[in-house]
C-alpha cells in the first residue's frame, strides 16, 4: 500500500514539529504490514509513548489514510521506597523523572535516599536526535557512608563521603547495548567523628577519563537507565 495521508491522534503536550521528526513514516512511503510493526518499534524507542498503535481508516485501491494514536509518556514520574542494604542500611528513598527538562529532546532522572548513609544520584541527557541514538549525559553522584573501625586500639567513628560528577557522549550500539566514553572528576574526604589519641583523616581526588560498553535487557520505557547485564570498562586516573 501507498500512504495518501496520516493522522496522529493522542497528541498533548509534544509539538506537530516534534512529531513529524519522530515518525518515520511520510505520505507517498509504500507500508505492509511487516514495516507497521518496525515503525512502531521505532517510535517506542524515543521513550516519549507508552502505547502507539496504527491502523488505516480508508483503504481506496492501493492508496491507504493512516492513523497514528498514541499516549504520550508523563513528563512528570515521581516513585518513593523504603530501601536496606549492608551498605546504605535503612532509609526512605525517592525519584524523579522530567522528559524536556531546559531543552527539548532531553530527559531528566534524579534518585535519593534518606537514610543513615544517604545518597543523591543525578543524570541529565541531552539527545543528539530525535530516535535516541546518541546523546550527551552529565551525572552526579554524591554519597555518605558512616562506619566504625577498632584495628588501632580504641573505638573509631569513621564518615567517608564521596562527590563524582562526569560528562559523558553515547551511542547504541544495537537494540539493547550502547557505548559511552567520558571525563570526570572524583572526590573521596574521610573524617573521624570521635576523640581518640590517633586520629586518621584526609581527603583525595582527581580527574579520569573512561570508555564503556554496556549490554542491557529489554525494558523499551527505561532503556538505558535500567536493567543492566554486563559491562566492560576501562579508565585512567590522572
Avoid at 151 to 172: C, H, K, M, Q, V
Amino acid at each position: 500500500f501507498v500512504v495518501r495521508s496520516i493522522e496522529v491522534r493522542g497528541r498533548k503536550n509534544l509539538s506537530r514539529g516534534f512529531m513529524d521528526q519522530i515518525i518515520p513514516i511520510k505520505p507517498g512511503d509504500n507500508i505492509n504490514r511487516d514495516l507497521l510493526q518496525f515503525h512502531i518499534r521505532s517510535i517506542y524507542a524515543t521513550d516519549v509513548f507508552e502505547r502507539v498503535k496504527m491502523y488505516a481508516l480508508d483503504i481506496d485501491g492501493e492508496e491507504v489514510d493512516l492513523v497514528i494514536e498514541v499516549k504520550e509518556t508523563p513528563f512528570v514520574r515521581v516513585d518513593a521506597n523504603i530501601n536496606y542494604n549492608e551498605i546504605q542500611g535503612v532509609g526512605v528513598g525517592g525519584g524523579l523523572q522530567m522528559d524536556n527538562f531546559l531543552l527539548n529532546n532531553s530527559h531528566l532522572r534524579l534518585k535519593t535516599l534518606i537514610g543513615e548513609n544517604p545518597f543523591f544520584k543525578g543524570e541529565y541527557h541531552k539527545f543528539i536526535d530525535y530516535q535516541r541514538n546518541r546523546w550527551i549525559s552529565l551525572g552526579l553522584n554524591a554519597s555518605l557512608i558512616r562506619f566504625s573501625y577498632s584495628g588501632l586500639g580504641p573505638f573509631l567513628s569513621y564518615r567517608r563521603s564521596i562527590i563524582d560528577f562526569n560528562l559523558r557522549f553515547n551511542e547504541l550500539t544495537g537494540p539493547h547495548s550502547y557505548w559511552s566514553a567520558g571525563i570526570g572528576r572524583s572526590t573521596q574526604k574521610l573524617a573521624q567523628r570521635n576523640e581518640a589519641p590517633v586520629r586518621v583523616r584526609g581527603w583525595s581526588g582527581g580527574w579520569y577519563t573512561f570508555g564503556a560498553w554496556n549490554k542491557y535487557t529489554l525494558d523499551r520505557h527505561a532503556f538505558p537507565t535500567t536493567g543492566q547485564d554486563f559491562q566492560i570498562y576501562v579508565g585512567a586516573n590522572f
